[in-house]
């Protein structure tokens, strides 16, 4: 069994990684870290001020349940060159009885997934991949 520290490899050395002035933007609730995380993206890129952003989520509908897939959109929306990886392409039912989508789950499952079957047509690269890591609220 290989201890935590030969896991981790050799140190990073300076020239190992490169570090963004990424403008830190706090959640407002606790279901929208997709779009903080979205928002910071988009200010560091310069594409976007608030009232740009809260107009793009009205035309997208983006309200209280957001999906992966749709911050896919919500980059595209933007101009942002991006490829979505994702272990599913739709919705993965074993988020159903889950807590934070258990209420809704049914009615965006529709919409999820009518998502990802626009999405080619929409230009939103989407990509079955494996080993995908992702965390959910």
Avoid at 40 to 54: A, H, I, K, S, T
């Amino acid at each position: 069994m290989r201890t935590e520290a030969e896991a981790a490899g050799p140190p990073l050395e300076p020239e190992d990684f490169v570090q963004l002035p990424v403008p830190i933007i706090q959640q407002l609730y606790h279901w929208d870290c997709g779009l903080a995380c979205s928002k910071m993206v988009l200010r560091y890129l310069g594409q976007v001020d608030d009232n740009e952003f809260e107009s793009a989520l009205q035309e997208l509908r983006l309200t209280r349940s957001i999906w992966t897939i749709d911050l896919a959109y919500l980059m595209r929306h933007f101009g942002v060159r991006h490829r979505f990886c994702t272990q599913t392409l739709g919705v993965d039912k074993g988020y159903k009885n889950q807590s934070f989508y258990r209420k809704h789950f049914d009615t965006e499952e529709t919409r999820v997934n009518q998502l990802f079957a626009q999405a080619k047509a929409c230009k939103v690269l989407v990509e079955k991949c494996r080993n995908v890591q992702h965390q959910h609220q």
